[in-house]
């Protein structure tokens, strides 16, 4: 057992300490905080997990674990029925790649998907990571789909049946159920966004054509049902929503509907009408999303005539509330009115022990180096020295990168900035940070002797500087924000929000997600208590209240698609003030996820290069490996 020691109390902004569940993650540090606004039905959200199921052992804000979680949401299913209301748990995807926890296991998730199904969650879905492989989608079909017995939905996602070959829904399609306390009739659905990445034992059918089967159809017709559950890993602003919004107000026009979403890393919320509303709650286990309605119809269960309060909230229609809670332990002792002593249920401790075991089992804390100093995706700009982009460019591809047979032949290196999924924080870089950086399977590939004249206009290419030669699709290749998407705001759902956040908009890259809180909801001499500690400052349709935690504000920045890196290329002599000659070829070099669209790049600017030109690079070694050795190599020492 692991015991969380010292003393915690109820108050606006906590003083005390607690342990998390990891033993080697930072104590939370005190802050400011909002309340959870608890509701007749009310949801715990998880999305774009990667494996971060051990928590952040470097960044005290999101230090709880998935014990610490389960512990969490069986207290407040205890409150639920203490209350006579409700509590659904929702994941929408994404559970693998990006940890150490998931990735360093062979054979991969090994111990994820057991600690994964020790959670009780009512709706789930898969996200595109889980389709990548073959190995992986197999792993849901087999193994997390029926871990959650009827409660795992694909409604747009079949599998081919790796026992018979016969093409199947990777699980139900929908669901419908009653909830417990309350008797609320809920049909759920379970999309993916039109993913086409995925691997060939599964398929992924549009949602535009999927909505007109008879199942979806049917489902919707369906009158006796006080609440539509949309969950998916799919963006709140996306085109996809938009036509299940839609399709669903053609034949009820009233029904309250409550999306959930995925795939852009954000805290977002979207309203499509009075009566619709959608969450998204960020990645990595920073956030847990909180949703609450009031106000919802009861058709499920006799109940006696509503009196009082409740007549008064049926009359006045659904309210629809949100909150994005921080995860840590300060955040769920606060949200339950416990304390380090009372907030562990055995079933949670058992979790964090799994955890624990699994992490000394892979040897995760093992050093490799001592990073000198901390390296940002998106919280420096690029290029700049605190960029893990511009370290990646100018040190680590230039040490590594190159054959031995062909090593006086100029290189151009092509990388996406997605290839690079994490920060590295000042001090230890262990086995778990290497994952957490650099999670995937890609290996490089190369091709030989490609006129320098054709290869330097890739970049412009691959980043949409000329946007006519290639489509991109959104959020394909460059590392996400963890701050709102230019595609979300852009949307119609979401054009009034947008216009009213453009009167708040600063000239600088604080994007609105990241504003300055304009109005905390506390009172005025706690909004100037000082010293906040930087986080999330989340503005979205509902305003600037939706934060649990009240944060100073962080920058984020732009990252573009791709960065390039020229190794031994020619160089002027220290007496001349001429430009160094330009290579005449060069061994075009590529992380090889990207290569579809470089070989359409060459396609269009004329080239003959195809597949078949390509060969693999470096032996088939991975990008995890070569940061790996480099790291071994160049940040030794002690830390």
């Not at 349709?541 to 290329?569: L, Q």
Request: aromatic fraction near 10%; charged fraction near 25%.
């Amino acid at each position: 057992m692991i015991i969380r020691s010292n003393t915690w109390h109820l108050a606006v902004l906590l003083v005390a300490t607690a342990q998390a569940a990891q033993p080697s993650a930072p104590s939370p540090v005190s802050a400011p905080l909002r309340d959870l606004p608890w509701g007749q039905l009310n949801f715990l959200h998880t999305t774009d997990t990667h494996g971060w199921h051990a928590g952040h052992l470097q960044e005290p804000s999101y230090t709880a674990d998935w014990g610490d979680y389960v512990s969490f949401a069986q207290r407040l299913r205890e409150r639920a029925d203490d209350e006579g209301t409700d509590l659904l748990l929702i994941d929408t995807g994404d559970k693998v790649e990006g940890n150490g926890l998931y990735d360093a296991s062979d054979p991969k998730g090994k111990y994820t998907l057991d600690i994964f199904k020790e959670q009780e969650i009512d709706v789930i879905c898969s996200g595109n990571h889980e389709l990548y492989k073959k190995s992986s989608s197999d792993d849901e079909y087999l193994k997390t789909v029926p871990n959650f017995h009827g409660n795992y939905l694909a409604s747009n996602l079949d599998i081919f049946d790796p026992k018979t070959g016969d093409r199947v829904p990777l699980a139900p399609r929908y669901r419908k159920f009653t909830t417990k306390n309350q008797g609320i009739r809920v049909v759920a659905f379970g999309f993916l966004f039109d993913f086409t990445g995925n691997a060939n034992n599964t398929v992924v059918e549009p949602v535009h054509k999927t909505i007109k089967q008879k199942w979806f159809q049917d489902a919707i017709h369906d009158r006796e049902v006080d609440l539509f559950l949309v969950a998916g890993h799919v963006p709140l602003g996306s085109t996809e929503f938009d036509d299940i919004y839609k399709t669903i107000r053609e034949v009820q026009w009233d029904t309250p509907i409550q999306f959930f979403g995925g795939h852009t890393h954000i805290r977002d919320y979207a309203k499509y009408d009075s009566k619709a509303y959608g969450l998204e709650s960020g990645r990595y286990m920073e956030t847990i999303g909180f949703m609450s309605i009031k106000g919802l119809s009861t058709g499920g269960k006799p109940k006696p005539r509503a009196l009082g309060p409740e007549l008064l909230a049926l009359r006045a229609g659904p309210k629809f509330s949100r909150r994005y809670i921080d995860n840590n332990l300060y955040s769920f002792h606060h949200h339950t009115s416990l304390n380090s002593t009372t907030f562990s249920t055995p079933h949670g401790q058992n979790v964090s022990a799994m955890i624990s075991s699994a992490r000394e089992a892979l040897n995760l804390s093992h050093k490799l180096g001592c990073a000198p100093a901390d390296l940002w995706t998106n919280r420096a700009p690029y290029p700049s020295d605190s960029s893990i982009f511009s370290w990646l460019q100018e040190q680590v591809l230039p040490d590594t990168i190159s054959n031995p047979v062909r090593e006086e032949i100029p290189r151009l290196v092509l990388v996406n900035t997605g290839a690079l999924r994490f920060d590295i924080f000042k001090g230890p870089f262990t086995i778990d940070t290497t994952y957490s950086v650099s999670p995937f399977t890609s290996g490089f590939r190369f091709v030989k002797d490609v006129p320098f004249s054709i290869a330097k206009q890739l970049l412009k290419i691959l980043n949409r500087e000329i946007p006519q030669l290639i489509e991109i699709p959104p959020y394909e290749l460059a590392a996400k924000m963890p701050v709102s998407s230019q595609r979300s705001q852009q949307h119609p759902f979401v054009q009034q929000q947008q216009q009213q956040q453009q009167q708040q908009q600063r000239q600088s890259f604080e994007l609105n997600h990241q504003l300055p809180l304009s109005s905390t909801g506390l009172k005025e001499e706690e909004e100037e208590e000082p010293d906040l500690v930087p986080g999330y400052t989340t503005t979205d349709a509902a305003g600037s209240d939706g934060d649990d935690t009240i944060h100073a504000p962080i920058k984020f920045y732009k990252v573009p698609n791709v960065i390039e890196s020229r190794i031994d290329f020619p160089s002027s002599s220290s007496s001349s003030k001429d430009k160094p000659p330009e290579p005449e070829t060069v061994d075009l070099v590529y992380v090889d996820f990207i290569e579809r669209y470089v070989l359409v790049a060459l396609k269009f600017l004329g080239t003959d290069f195809a597949k078949a030109d390509t060969e693999v690079y470096l032996g088939g070694k991975r990008m995890t490996e070569v940061i790996k050795d480099w790291v071994r190599e160049n940040w030794k020492g002690d830390c």
